[in-house]
């Protein structure tokens, strides 16, 4: 178990997971630090992690840097009319007179048709649509060096799909000899 002191002697926003502020080393001074990691006997890892914070450049920009660009300014605002307001007006002028809202007097309109149903997509159409969506998918995945990750699983997908489909063509094919024998 850590003695008191020892825990107390850690401060908040140190340790080994989080990156303190950056300085500027000079070589002789990362050289004094792997000689002294060395004799330290600390792990690969935490020697790489040492190093790779001594070297690691910042990738935030200062704040007056980014004031200089601009980042911190706002556009103005600038309102605009989201409605007709003279229509409202008669609208308001309306209903002062009447009573009534003009707009609740107009009755239903004319009954809306319905629209024809989408023909159904043909599953066969269907499954090349899947297929080709999964190629694509992978190529996708091969062009940011993951493709190996998804290989495995997309073939096993584009495979079934294939198999429904040759299962679709024997039934077709079947009502298809049926339909001629009965001609």
């Known amino acids: ?7 107390e002697a850690v401060t908040k ?14 070589p ?5 630090l792997k000689a002294m990691m060395k004799e330290s006997k600390l792990t690969n890892f935490q020697q790489r992690h040492i190093m790779d914070i001594i070297t690691t450049r910042s990738h935030l920009r200062p704040a007056s840097l980014c004031q200089a660009n ?3 300014s706002r556009e103005q605002f600038k309102p605009q009319a989201t409605r007709d307001l003279e229509k409202e007006k ?15 007097r107009k009755g239903k309109g004319a009954p809306v048709q319905q629209e024809k149903p989408a023909p159904e997509l043909d599953r066969f159409e269907e499954l090349v649509r899947e297929i080709q969506e999964r190629k694509e998918f992978l190529a996708a995945m091969e062009a ?4 190996r990750q998804y290989q495995g699983i997309i073939l096993t997908e584009i495979s079934q799909k ?12 079947e009502a298809l000899r049926k339909t001629l024998a009965t001609t």
């Open 162 to 173: 294939i198999r429904e489909m040759e299962d679709i063509d024997h039934k077709r094919s």
């Open 1 to 7: 178990m850590a003695s008191k002191e020892r825990v």
């Open 70 to 72: 601009g980042a911190y």
């Open 28 to 32: 002789e001074t990362c050289k004094l």
């Open 90 to 104: 008669r609208r308001l002028q309306n209903i002062f007179a009447t009573g009534k809202d003009p707009e609740e």
């Open 13 to 26: 926003g140190t340790g080994f997971g989080r990156c303190p502020q950056l300085a500027a080393y000079t």
């Open 144 to 147: 940011l060096g993951q493709g």
